[in-house]
Nanobody
Framework: QVQLVESGGGLVQAGGSLRLSCAAF??????????MGWFRQAPGKEREFVAA????????SYTDSVKERFTISRDNALKTVYLQMDSLKPEDTAVYYC??????????????????WGKGTLVTVSS
């Protein structure tokens, strides 16, 4: 069983930065077998894809609204995936969820093939 635990959320002013982390726990977690991703859900809206990274870290995908501002990365030795968020905007306010999939980041970006979810961390960007 894989457990994903997010951290790093908080309150930040517009234009500021935050770095989210997601650590994977489990007795026999083959973290490097999973594509990892971040999704977010703003109040009153559906959950949406933000970014994904393949198992080796050399392939990434981003939703258009965060390109050039957010960077996803991973450390397989630490079983952790990160989301560096720069130039934050009020519209980035949401609960951010970590996700894991044994399938491709293309499928993950479409919201399919997710095998594990974290419980989320709240990011609030004030104007």
């Amino acid at each position: 069983q894989v457990q994903l635990v997010e951290s790093g959320g908080g309150l930040v002013q517009a234009g500021g930065s935050l770095r989210l982390s997601c650590a994977a726990f489990g007795r026999s977690v083959s973290f490097s077998s999973y594509a990892m991703g971040w999704f977010r859900q703003a109040p009153g809206k559906e959950r949406e894809f933000v970014a994904a990274i393949n198992w080796s870290g050399d392939g990434t995908s981003y939703t258009d609204s965060v390109k050039e501002r957010f960077t996803i990365s991973r450390d397989n030795a630490l079983k952790t995936v990160y989301l560096q968020m720069d130039s934050l905007k009020p519209e980035d306010t949401a609960v951010y969820y970590c996700a894991a999939s044994l399938l491709s980041i293309a499928l993950m970006s479409g919201g399919t093939g997710i095998s594990h979810w974290g419980k989320g961390t709240l990011v609030t960007v004030s104007s």
